[in-house]
């Protein structure tokens, strides 16, 4: 394969700084190493510092934190997305940014190939070559871990010590793990056998709910059709507001998760994740939605929430389906206005208040004292008409 020069999703972690050199030695060719900040904990003066001594010709860092917020995490947040129940979809909702961002650099660089240090074995290989090929299906697409003969992590730390790469994983901390303003997932290692609960040193974004505070906090969220903007009345950006429900989440020990997944290449992985403001602000959206949908447009939104999340776990992020679910998702919010407050305590978060200008909810007829606005009779018809199919099935029966 012959590349004139490659765009390399890079962290400056083991894996990427292995890839660097690799590709530098196998393509003989210029790599640029690219590095988006989606809101993870860094030394990005390190990263580029890094990169460069491991043999890129450039280090691009791109501030992608307010696009992934405002045009990732709050459009599927509008949705309520979850995968099987329970998977926040921090991981899936990043890839896809990152690979636009990369795919954006390679056009500027007059790069003609990508590449990304995800293995032949997980989701992120499909979700960064989806996007790649969904916006510029020109590219050419290296992917080392399918290809190269350092199959194990021995194998990429003597290759890293043969080039003078520093070597970061350590006995303490067996485990892989990604971080951004969503969440943090921790993965491999020591959390491989699914019967060993996690080291409590381990998280980062959390107390555990027994040490949480032993008095409960109280906040407010504002909502303008289905978007979050303000916490206990005051406006905030995206970022601000993520940070913000991070830092009360994790206070008060919400938003782990230990589950086990179906991975879209069909192995099931199990993660253990940290999730704490988006944990907090999907209990939000959802019990304004109490008051402000129509039952049957709660019902089918409802229904395609499965479908619509399955489509960003897959990586389909860039897909003429998820478009038209999104239009869809965002039509059903017009309404959902308003303002949530929630009880937080030691990892459990509580709606206990919610009002809107847009309420479908009226006192007067869901009053159990006397009304002048719903008469009880008419309820006789409509439950005879509804047990019609089952009258008739019965009456069969007793033939």
């Known amino acids: 394969m012959s590349v004139k020069k490659i765009v390399l999703a890079y962290s400056g972690g083991l894996d990427t700084s292995v890839i660097l050199k690799w590709l530098a030695n196998e393509y003989g060719c210029s790599v640029v190493a690219y590095s988006a900040d989606i809101g993870q904990k860094e030394d990005w003066?390190?990263?580029?510092?890094?990169?460069?001594?491991?043999?890129?010709?450039?280090?691009?860092?791109s501030d992608l934190r307010e696009e992934f917020v405002r045009d990732y995490i709050f459009p599927a947040f509008r949705a309520n997305a979850i995968y099987e129940g329970s998977y926040l979809l921090g991981t899936s909702l990043a890839r896809p940014l990152i690979a636009k961002e990369q795919v954006r650099i390679a056009i500027a660089e007059g790069a003609d190939a990508v590449s990304h240090g995800a293995t032949g074995k997980g989701n992120d290989q499909v979700r960064f070559e989806l996007t790649y090929m969904a916006l510029n299906p020109k590219l050419t697409i290296i992917a080392p871990w399918r290809i190269w003969d350092l199959n194990s992590r021995q194998k990429l730390v003597a290759f890293a010590q043969e080039h003078n790469i520093p070597v970061p994983v350590t006995k303490k901390n067996p485990y892989s793990s990604d971080e951004n303003l969503l969440h943090i997932s921790f993965e491999g290692g020591i959390l491989e056998d699914p019967w060993n609960e996690p080291d409590?040193?381990?998280?980062?974004?959390?107390?555990?709910?027994?040490?949480?505070?032993?008095?409960?906090?109280?906040?407010?969220?504002?909502?303008?059709?289905?978007?979050?903007?303000?916490?206990?009345?005051e406006?905030?950006?995206?970022?601000?507001?993520?940070?913000?429900?991070?830092?009360?989440g994790g206070t008060n020990g919400i938003g782990r998760l230990d589950m086990v997944e179906n991975r879209f290449v069909g192995m099931?992985?199990?993660?253990?994740?940290?999730?704490?403001?988006?944990?907090?602000?999907?209990?939000?959206?959802?019990?304004?939605?109490?008051?402000?949908?129509?039952r049957e447009v709660l019902s089918i939104r409802d229904s395609l929430v499965p479908r619509y999340s399955q489509l960003i776990y897959n990586g389909f992020w860039f897909s003429p389906e998820m478009q038209l679910l999104q239009r869809t998702m965002d039509d059903a919010?017009?309404?959902?206005?308003?303002?949530?407050r929630l009880k937080l305590y030691k990892g459990n978060c509580i709606p206990v208040g919610r009002k809107s200008v847009n309420s479908l909810y009226s006192e007067s007829f869901a009053t159990f004292e006397e009304d002048e606005v719903y008469?009880?009779?008419?309820?006789?018809?409509?439950?005879?008409?509804?047990?019609?199919?089952?009258?008739?099935?019965?009456?069969?029966?007793m033939k």
């Open 45 to 61: 003066a390190a990263v580029t510092a890094k990169g460069l001594a491991t043999g890129a010709d450039k280090v691009v860092v």
């Open 200 to 233: 409590e040193d381990m998280f980062k974004l959390s107390v555990s709910p027994e040490k949480a505070p032993d008095k409960a906090t109280y906040i407010e969220i504002d909502f303008e059709q289905g978007t979050p903007v303000a916490i206990d009345g």
């Open 235 to 248: 406006r905030l950006g995206p970022v601000a507001l993520m940070t913000r429900l991070n830092t009360l």
């Open 268 to 294: 099931k992985s199990r993660g253990v994740y940290e999730t704490p403001g988006g944990t907090i602000l999907r209990a939000a959206h959802r019990d304004l939605e109490t008051i402000t949908l129509d």
């Open 333 to 340: 919010q017009t309404t959902v206005n308003g303002t949530v």
């Open 375 to 397: 008469n009880q009779a008419d309820a006789t018809g409509f439950i005879r008409l509804n047990a019609l199919r089952l009258r008739i099935q019965a009456h069969q029966r």
